[in-house]
Every structure is written in structure tokens, then in C-alpha cells.
């Protein structure tokens, strides 16, 4: 059975600073997902991971994956108010690709 | 709008009566999910479709729930004889290889 843990669970941090968040996962996974969710609102697509050393960048938001210490990194670089949000890491399992979600991480940037 | 749209966004219902929620995926995916989130959680997987097929079903999935897919075009996710432990929201995803959200159905159970 997959299990994906997120840390930290809350991060409040100021504009302009760098930080990173952390995904493990304990099996294999075929494919690693960022999303980012805003009160009350659905998940949005951040990136798709697909093998070991993929990096992806969007923006402030860079994401990394590494298969072989089951470890995907989301770090966002001089953060904006705007990136205040929750973010979750999903790996997907078997053919069905179905998601197991980390618990979260609430994101504060505060100006 | 070719996103992936769920109706009703609220629903709020009595204990012990039926609702059902509809899902219409983004039109050339295959793939269908249905999730659960409660308050400061992640979602959690409840069942999976490939085309008409019911194909994976999570134990969370208890008797009271029912879904389907006829044709292979849009859900529908029946729960019966609702519990206030129900109330979430769900989520319904669709995908070709990546996975897209609609924007939920919130219930609450009174």
C-alpha cells in the first residue's frame, strides 16, 4: 500500500524568502503530483513527475523527484503572497493511476 | 468550459436520506475518479473507472455507496441513508494521463 507523507504541515513564511517542501512515499510510485488547492476550492495541476531526477518549473515553484529515495521536493524560491495556499504531493499506483495524497501543506506568506 | 464539472457544488441533506451527485469528465478521458476530502485532509480515493468499467473500489466505498458510469461518459455517485460522518467534500477527477479536478460537491449531513 502506497502512503505519502507531506512535511512541514504548516509553513508561514515572509515574501522574498526561499523554502522547501518535502513528499516521501513509501513504495514505488509511478508518477508523482503536485497540486495546489485554495480555500474552498478544488485541486489545481501543478506538475507531473515522471522518473528519477525529472525537474519541473514553474515560476517561483520548482519540483524535483527522486525515485530511489522515494523523496519529491517542491521549493519555491522568493515567495509572493499570492503562493499562500495548500499544496499536496500525490503518487499514483498500479495501472489505474489511482492518487494517494500527502496530508498537506498549508503555505502562508505573509508581506 | 472543456474542465471536468460536478453538480450540485452544495448539497445539505437530512440524516438518513439518499443523494446523488453527477460528475462530467473533460470529454476524451478515459479514466474517472471519485475522492473524498474532509477539512484539512487530503483527498482520499474512493472508486475508479476506465470507460463504462467500475474497475478499483476503495473499502471506505461502504454499501451506502453506489457509483456508475453508464456508457462511459459522465458519474453519477449515489449515497444512501447518509450519515453526518458523509459530509465532505467530493471530488470527482477525470484523466488521460494526468489527473484533472472538478471543482467539488460539498455535503453536509444535518
Known amino acids: 500500500e502506497l502512503k505519502v507523507e507531506q512535511n512541514p504541515l504548516f509553513l508561514s513564511m515572509q515574501e522574498g524568502k526561499n523554502y522547501t517542501i518535502y513528499c516521501n512515499y513509501s513504495?514505488?510510485?509511478?508518477?508523482l503530483y503536485w497540486y495546489r488547492q485554495d480555500p474552498g476550492k478544488s485541486l489545481e495541476s501543478l506538475f507531473v513527475l515522471l522518473s528519477n531526477g525529472a525537474v519541473k518549473q514553474e515560476g517561483r515553484l520548482m519540483a524535483s523527484l527522486d525515485t530511489k529515495a522515494r523523496l519529491s521536493t517542491l521549493h519555491i524560491t522568493a515567495a509572493v503572497h499570492d503562493l499562500s495556499a495548500t499544496y499536496f504531493c500525490?503518487?499514483?499506483?498500479?495501472?489505474?493511476?489511482?492518487?494517494?495524497f500527502g496530508g498537506g501543506t498549508r503555505l502562508m506568506v505573509k508581506p | 468550459d472543456t474542465g471536468v464539472s460536478q453538480n450540485p457544488r452544495h448539497k445539505i441533506t437530512k440524516r438518513g436520506q439518499n443523494v446523488t451527485f453527477r460528475c462530467d469528465p473533460i470529454s476524451e478521458h478515459n479514466r474517472l475518479y471519485w475522492y473524498r476530502q474532509t477539512l484539512g485532509q487530503g483527498p482520499e480515493f474512493l472508486t475508479y473507472f476506465q470507460n463504462e468499467a467500475q474497475l478499483e473500489k476503495s473499502r471506505l466505498l461502504s454499501d451506502r455507496f453506489s457509483a456508475e458510469r453508464p456508457k462511459g461518459s459522465f458519474s453519477t455517485l449515489e449515497i444512501q441513508r447518509t450519515e453526518q460522518g458523509d459530509s465532505a467534500m467530493y471530488l470527482c477527477a477525470s484523466s488521460f494521463v494526468e489527473a484533472f479536478f472538478g471543482q467539488g460537491t460539498r455535503l453536509t449531513v444535518v
Open positions: 513504495t514505488t510510485s509511478d508518477r
Open positions: 500525490a503518487g499514483a499506483y498500479n495501472a489505474g493511476n489511482m492518487l494517494t
